[in-house]
């Protein structure tokens, strides 16, 4: 059973950088692949950025969030992180990290529903 723990949302001005961590456990890293989701209030949940945890293939970003963040994966320590930078009022939403195996993933990293394990969520607010 793959548990994941998001932390370190909050509030930010346009413009300003946030760095989300989520711990990552029980989990196989050649079966999976992890991702960032967020949900706006009255929005669908979009998926923002994926990686596979064999970091066999470039990580997939939405053109939203394309050169502005990064997701990444501390083997070691078992997190994945999401930096963000040049943040945007749009980018106000609750944050999910999430995992799923990666056959299931494949093809389609950004669809909330090849995903079956979640976060509880971190909230992110931008301020203009």
């Known amino acids: 059973q793959v548990q994941l723990q998001e932390s370190g949302g909050g509030s930010v001005q346009s413009g300003g950088s946030l760095r989300l961590d989520c711990s990552v456990s029980?989990?196989?890293?050649?079966?999976?692949?992890v991702a960032w989701f967020r949900q706006a209030p009255g929005k669908e949940r979009e998926g923002v950025a994926s990686m596979r945890m064999d970091s066999l293939l470039s990580p997939t970003y939405a053109d939203s969030v394309k050169d502005r963040f990064t997701i990444s994966l501390d083997k070691t320590n078992n997190i994945l992180y999401l930096e963000m930078h040049s943040l945007k009022s749009e980018d106000t939403a609750m944050y999910y990290c999430?995992?799923?195996?990666?056959?299931?993933?494949?093809?389609?990293?950004?669809?909330?529903?090849?995903?079956?394990?979640w976060g509880q969520g971190t909230q992110v607010t931008v301020s203009s």
């Open positions: 029980g989990y196989t890293y050649s079966s999976y692949s």
């Open positions: 999430a995992a799923g195996w990666k056959w299931l993933v494949a093809g389609r990293p950004l669809d909330r529903e090849k995903y079956n394990y």
